[in-house]
């Protein structure tokens, strides 16, 4: 394409808006025109986050002065409840959407307003947005005029599972087990004690035992893929001491057939971003760090002929956030899918 998509960011003063600019700079076909925030109006872009000096030339705006209507599209990169009180006005003056928030993942809005404790503003726009779960839904995806974009877990958890559940190989009536590890960043860029150094470093602690919001979002996609699946979904999420990083163990019960690591790579042959690692692997959090990539390996527990072990390890914000959302700009504007999102792992 010749000319670049103008994006806006909404609420880029977040750990997720800032690997969205980080991302975007390297990005030959996207110009960041507007950058938005009530609380840092007027205050330099680069000012505000060192590590874009010499990079951007923006001044965060209110998303009223910020002329967001001029964009091609709108990242809301922003806390629950905000994108659908103003989505709405965007797509009207059409401006296509990619929220990072959850207020457009579920569709039962009953259960929404159940997980997230609001009433939804916007029940009309619930039901034409599409799941941004790139590699599941591709071809609604670049006819979407707003996109929700995934949560970290439900990406970690449900990128290992889709192949086998389009092959209806899981037991259904058995319990299936996500036992996931996040990095600290994963609860936002915010005050909280159980975020201070002295709390979360040199500690570990399993959370959201009796309910987790991301819970209902994997269960959707488990009740879409595979009937009878979803009820027997467990999920334990874990804060780890370390920044950024996501590791799900998986355990599930298998019906005879195909070898599922061969119906992983199968699946996933032309996914530029997800690696199926040799059975008996695994993978680590640091082999994805900084980039948008979801490493996968699968092989059978021991002792056991129908008990298979998947361990799946992203970026929480890269490939579960802001990665996942440029990823998905990139098939809504019919660009290859990893144009600027081609940078390689750090390490260490």
Do not use: W
């Given at each position: 394409m010749t000319q670049p998509i103008k994006i806006g960011i909404v609420g880029a003063t977040g750990y997720t808006g800032v690997e969205l600019l980080r991302?975007?700079?390297?990005?030959?076909?996207?110009?960041?025109?507007?950058?938005?925030?009530?609380?840092?109006?007027?205050?330099?872009?680069?000012?505000y986050f060192p590590s874009?000096?010499?990079?951007?030339?923006?001044?965060?705006?209110?998303?009223?002065?910020?002329?967001?209507?001029?964009?091609?599209?709108?990242?809301?990169?922003?806390?629950?409840?905000?994108?659908?009180?103003?989505?709405?006005?965007?797509?009207?003056?059409?401006?296509?959407i990619v929220d990072l928030s959850a207020d457009f993942r579920l569709q039962d809005l009953a259960a929404w307003e159940q997980w997230y404790g609001m009433s939804h503003a916007c029940p009309d726009v619930v039901a034409q947005a599409v799941y941004g779960l790139s590699e599941m839904n591709r071809d609604a995806i670049a006819a979407a005029q707003i996109v929700a974009n995934p949560g970290c877990y439900p990406t970690c958890v449900s990128l290992?599972?889709?192949?086998?559940?389009?092959?209806?190989?899981?037991?259904?009536?058995?319990?299936?087990?996500?036992?996931?590890?996040?990095?600290?960043?994963?609860?936002?860029?915010?005050?909280?004690?159980?975020?201070?150094?002295?709390?979360?470093?040199?500690?570990?602690?399993?959370?959201?035992?009796?309910?987790?919001?991301?819970?209902?979002?994997?269960?959707?996609?488990?009740?879409?893929?595979?009937?009878?699946?979803?009820?027997g979904f467990v999920f334990v999420p874990h804060l780890t001491p370390m920044i950024r990083g996501m590791h799900a163990t998986l355990y599930?019960?298998?019906?005879?057939?195909?070898?599922?690591?061969?119906?992983?790579?199968?699946f996933y042959r032309d996914s530029p971003f997800v690696d199926v690692m040799n059975p008996g692997s695994t993978p680590e959090t640091r082999s994805v760090?900084?980039?948008?990539?979801?490493?996968?390996?699968?092989q059978k527990a021991a002792g056991h002929d129908d008990v298979w072990v998947v361990l799946s390890v992203i970026d929480n914000l890269v490939k579960g956030a802001a990665g996942q959302a440029v990823q998905n700009m990139n098939i809504m504007f019919g660009l290859p899918e990893n144009t600027g999102l081609q940078n390689v792992p750090l390490l260490p």
């Open positions: 991302l975007l700079a390297a990005h030959p076909n996207a110009e960041v025109t507007a950058v938005t925030s009530r609380s840092e109006a007027g205050t330099a872009l680069a000012d874009l000096r010499g990079v951007y030339d923006l001044v965060f705006q209110t998303p009223d002065e910020a002329a967001l209507e001029r964009c091609d599209l709108v990242f809301f990169a922003t806390p629950n409840g905000v994108a659908m009180k103003e989505a709405p006005q965007l797509l009207a003056q059409g401006v296509r290992p599972l889709l192949p086998l559940l389009r092959a209806g190989r899981l037991k259904t009536g058995m319990p299936l087990i996500a036992d996931c590890k996040s990095g600290v960043s994963g609860a936002g860029r915010k005050a909280a004690v159980g975020s201070l150094l002295c709390e979360a470093g040199d500690n570990f602690k399993a959370y959201g035992i009796g309910g987790h919001r991301h819970l209902p979002e994997i269960r959707q996609t488990l009740a879409a893929l595979q009937e009878g699946v979803a009820p599930l019960h298998l019906t005879d057939g195909c070898p599922p690591d061969e119906i992983l790579r199968d760090r900084g980039a948008n990539l979801c490493r996968i390996s699968i």
